[in-house]
C-alpha cells in the first residue's frame, strides 16, 4: 500500500487537498468492489495538529511530520491563497515544513523514478519545494500566474510554461487547483493501470483526464469524454482484457443491449464502431510495447493480438484514421524487429 502524505499548512487550498485525495479514495474504492485490496493509503500531516483552510474551514487531526518514510510514500505539497509575499510566510509552520522536506526528500528525488517514494505539488506547493532547495536542476510547473515567480525562487530549475502537469523522476509538479486531479489520475494510471484511472475520472465527471507534457493522452483515456454507463462498462472490460475475443455479441453483453443498439452508442459517443474502438486500444498498446524495446511477436501478444498477422489487419483498417490518439499511423507493414531495447 501507498502512503499518500498530504501535508497541511495554515490557509491550505481546499480543493487541491479534497480534489486529489477523492480521486485516490475513489480508487481504492474501485479495488474494493473487485474484490481487491486497496492500494493508496490517506494520511494528512504537518507541524501544527489544525489548520484554517483557505474558504475558513478548520481542519484537525492532523498527524506529525513522520521521522523518515517507511513504506512508499507520497508526499503532496498543497496551495495557498496570495502572490508571492502572502504564500512565502516566514512562519513557523512554514519554516518547520521547509526543513523537514529539506531533511527527508533530497534522498528520495536524486533516486530519480527509480525510488518508491514520490513528491507531488499542487499548484503554490511547487513554490514550498523551491523554498526548501527541492527544484534545482528539475523540470517542473505551478499555476501561470506564478511561473515567474517559481523561476526566481528556484532560479536552477527548468520551469515549464503551459503544462498541465511534469513529471521529473521522481518529481511530479501540476498547475493550479483542478490540475491536482489530473495529476492524481496520472498517479494512479502508473500505479493501478489505466484502466482504473478511467474508473475514477468517470466517477469524478472528468471523462477524460488532460495530459501533462505529451502530445497525446492514454490510449486507455481517449474516446471517453461522454457520461454513458453502458458504453463506459464496454470500454473498461477491453482496457481490463484486450486480448480477449471481443465479438459484437461479446461486448454487446458487456453492455447489456445489443450489437446493433451498442454500435449506434458507439457511433454517437464515440464517433467509431465497437470494433475499431478494440482496435485502437490494441494497436495503442502495441506501439507502447515497441518503443518500450518490444520485438514485434511479443509486442502484438502483450497489446492482446493473437499473431503478427491480426496486428497487420488491424493497421490496415486503421490507415486512414491517423491522428487518431494513441495510434500507429505509420504503413501497414510486418513490424521490425528491434534488436535493441530501448534504454529504461
Keep these: 500500500m501507498i502512503d499518500v502524505l498530504f501535508l497541511v499548512l495554515p490557509d491550505t487550498l481546499l480543493l487541491d487537498l479534497a480534489g486529489p485525495a477523492e480521486a485516490f479514495r475513489l480508487a481504492n474504492q474501485a479495488?474494493?468492489?473487485?474484490?481487491?485490496?486497496?492500494?493508496?493509503?490517506?494520511?494528512?500531516?504537518?507541524?501544527?495538529?489544525?489548520a484554517v483552510s483557505s474558504v475558513g474551514l478548520a481542519l484537525a487531526g492532523i498527524a506529525p511530520l513522520p521521522e523518515r518514510l517507511v513504506q512508499p510514500s507520497w508526499v503532496v505539497l498543497l496551495g495557498r491563497p496570495g502572490e508571492l509575499p502572502q504564500v512565502l510566510r516566514r512562519q513557523g509552520a512554514w519554516l518547520a515544513a521547509r526543513q523537514w522536506l529539506a531533511s527527508t526528500l533530497p534522498p528520495v528525488l536524486a533516486q530519480g523514478s527509480a525510488s518508491p517514494h514520490r513528491l507531488l505539488t499542487v499548484c503554490v506547493g511547487a513554490l514550498l519545494a523551491a523554498d526548501a532547495g527541492l527544484l534545482a536542476g528539475r523540470s517542473c510547473?505551478?499555476?501561470?500566474?506564478?511561473?515567474?515567480?517559481?523561476?526566481?525562487v528556484a532560479p536552477g530549475a527548468r520551469v515549464q510554461a503551459n503544462r498541465v502537469w511534469v513529471e521529473d523522476g521522481a518529481l511530479l509538479s501540476s498547475a493550479g487547483i483542478t490540475a491536482g486531479i489530473d495529476l492524481a489520475l496520472h498517479?494512479?494510471?502508473?500505479?493501478?493501470?489505466?484502466?482504473?484511472?478511467?474508473?475514477?475520472?468517470?466517477?469524478?465527471?472528468?471523462?477524460?483526464?488532460?495530459?501533462?507534457?505529451?502530445?497525446?493522452?492514454?490510449?486507455?483515456?481517449?474516446?471517453?469524454?461522454?457520461?454513458?454507463?453502458a458504453v463506459h462498462r464496454v470500454q473498461d472490460?477491453?482496457?481490463?482484457?484486450?486480448?480477449?475475443?471481443?465479438?459484437?455479441?461479446?461486448?454487446?453483453?458487456?453492455?447489456?443491449?445489443?450489437?446493433?443498439?451498442?454500435?449506434?452508442?458507439?457511433?454517437?459517443?464515440?464517433?467509431?464502431?465497437?470494433?475499431?474502438?478494440?482496435?485502437?486500444?490494441?494497436?495503442a498498446l502495441a506501439q507502447q510495447a515497441r518503443e518500450r524495446g518490444a520485438r514485434g511477436g511479443q509486442a502484438a501478444a502483450l497489446a492482446?493480438?493473437?499473431s503478427d498477422r491480426q496486428w497487420r489487419r488491424a493497421r490496415q483498417r486503421q490507415a486512414g484514421h491517423a491522428g487518431l490518439p494513441g495510434t500507429d499511423s505509420a504503413p501497414a507493414t510486418t513490424p521490425a524487429a528491434n534488436p535493441t531495447p530501448a534504454a529504461g
Excluded at 461486448?251 to 474502438?277: E, I, K, Q, S, W
Design 187 to 229: 498517479c494512479i494510471a502508473q500505479a493501478g493501470g489505466g484502466a482504473l484511472a478511467a474508473t475514477v475520472a468517470q466517477v469524478m465527471v472528468a471523462a477524460g483526464r488532460r495530459p501533462g507534457t505529451d502530445p497525446q493522452r492514454s490510449p486507455l483515456l481517449a474516446f471517453r469524454d461522454h457520461l454513458h454507463p
Design 31 to 50: 479495488l474494493q468492489r473487485k474484490g481487491q485490496p486497496p492500494l493508496f493509503q490517506l494520511r494528512y500531516v504537518g507541524p501544527e495538529p489544525q
Design 141 to 152: 510547473t505551478t499555476h501561470h500566474e506564478l511561473l515567474d515567480d517559481l523561476a526566481r
Design 304 to 306: 492482446g493480438f493473437r
Design 237 to 283: 472490460a477491453v482496457a481490463e482484457q484486450p486480448g480477449a475475443d471481443w465479438t459484437a455479441e461479446a461486448l454487446a453483453a458487456v453492455a447489456h443491449v445489443t450489437p446493433r443498439h451498442l454500435a449506434r452508442l458507439f457511433r454517437t459517443d464515440c464517433g467509431l464502431a465497437p470494433r475499431d474502438y478494440v482496435a485502437h486500444v490494441r494497436l
